[in-house]
């Protein structure tokens, strides 16, 4: 898909109502005058719904804060994308995992781009991911696994994680979110054949 279904809405002609939706993440209207902040298609569609931003924020950030680590919080998210064909996302947290701790090396076994070497607890994180995406479910070997280096909390975290961010894909692919300037897609190894 090469264009937006819902046509993102640019900065400056956002509502208070999506302004005051977004406070919950820190984001702030620019004083009268000064130049709106770069352009984020996500939050642009989201523009058009800013009743859906009001629920969605909180919860949203606290899956960023959440008890998982950064880590395994940016291991989620990069694996569940690629797998759901969630290229916006995919592309956005690839930088943000190299910040959360992930090498280069990590993001290509996750993207499937290179070989996995990951370590044991590492490992029954991606099964439980590839689970999850491929089955809906885990199986209770890896859920015995996964809760030996998690906490209930971390649990239940982690599989409302994978679950929102597949979600994600499946959206954000039929709203036709494009990717924002400046970002490089999918590699043509993808599935899905790369950026369109």
């Not at 989201?46 to 899956?63: D, Q």
């Not at 880590?71 to 990069?78: G, Q, S």
């Not at 491929?134 to 209770?140: A, F, K, L, Y």
Request: aromatic content about 8%.
């Amino acid at each position: 898909m090469t264009e937006a279904r819902i046509p993102p809405i640019p900065t400056a002609d956002w509502s208070d109502e999506m302004w005051e939706a977004l406070s919950v993440i820190g984001a702030r209207r620019p004083e009268p005058g000064a130049a709106p902040g770069p352009s984020s298609n996500i939050l642009g569609i989201y523009a058009n719904h800013p009743p859906l931003v009001t629920g969605w924020m909180p919860f949203s950030a606290h899956l960023k804060h959440s008890a998982l680590s950064d880590r395994v919080r940016e291991m989620a998210i990069l694996r569940t994308t690629w797998l759901g064909g969630g290229e916006y996302e995919w592309a956005q947290h690839c930088r943000i995992a190299l910040g959360a701790g992930l090498s280069q090396a990590e993001i290509d076994a996750l993207s499937d781009l290179g070989p996995a070497t990951w370590s044991e607890g590492d490992a029954v994180i991606v099964r439980a991911i590839d689970e999850i995406c491929r089955t809906r479910n885990v199986s209770d070997d890896t859920w015995a696994r996964l809760a030996e280096q998690f906490d209930r909390p971390q649990l239940i975290d982690f599989v409302f994680l994978v679950s929102t961010y597949d979600m994600h894909c499946v959206a954000f692919n039929t709203l036709g979110l494009q990717l924002d300037d400046g970002l490089a897609g999918f590699p043509s190894a993808h599935p899905r054949g790369g950026a369109a």
